[in-house]
Nanobody
Framework: VQLQASGGGLVQAGGSLRLSCAAS????????MGWFRQAPGKEREFVSA????????YYADSVKGRFIVSRAKAENTVYLQMNSLKPEDTGVYYC???????????????WGQGTQVTVSS
């Protein structure tokens, strides 16, 4: 199984970006797809997650109300719509897959390669 993240880029504060994470191989209803980010010099942190089967969504407090996670089962793809972006949202964004909901990187065992998001002030 591989995860391919894309959609990052440079955007001004207040702008929007949509990240995509395409999974090769089958994704099961029990799987959870997560988004994490890592800023320079900081630890990787949880951003959002979605249960593949139920579509239940979870967000870090820092992005709640601004980011929306969704999935397209037919495309085996997860999306992260990021609105009202702030400079502190800058970092490398990773998608990941786990067997249960978790908020730590160790809870996920398959990782994509990451996509850079830079928000200028």
């Amino acid at each position: 199984v591989q995860l391919q993240a894309s959609g990052g880029g440079l955007v001004q504060a207040g702008g929007s970006l949509r990240l995509s994470c395409a999974a090769s191989g089958r994704t099961f209803s029990s799987h959870v797809m997560g988004w994490f980010r890592q800023a320079p010099g900081k630890e990787r942190e949880f951003v959002s997650a979605i249960r593949w089967g139920t579509g239940g969504t979870y967000y870090a407090d820092s992005v709640k109300g601004r980011f929306i996670v969704s999935r397209a089962k037919a495309e085996n793809t997860v999306y992260l719509q990021m609105n009202s972006l702030k400079p502190e949202d800058t970092g490398v964004y990773y998608c990941a897959r786990g067997n249960s909901l978790g908020y730590a990187p160790a809870d996920y065992y398959v990782w994509g390669q990451g996509t850079q998001v830079t928000v200028s002030s």
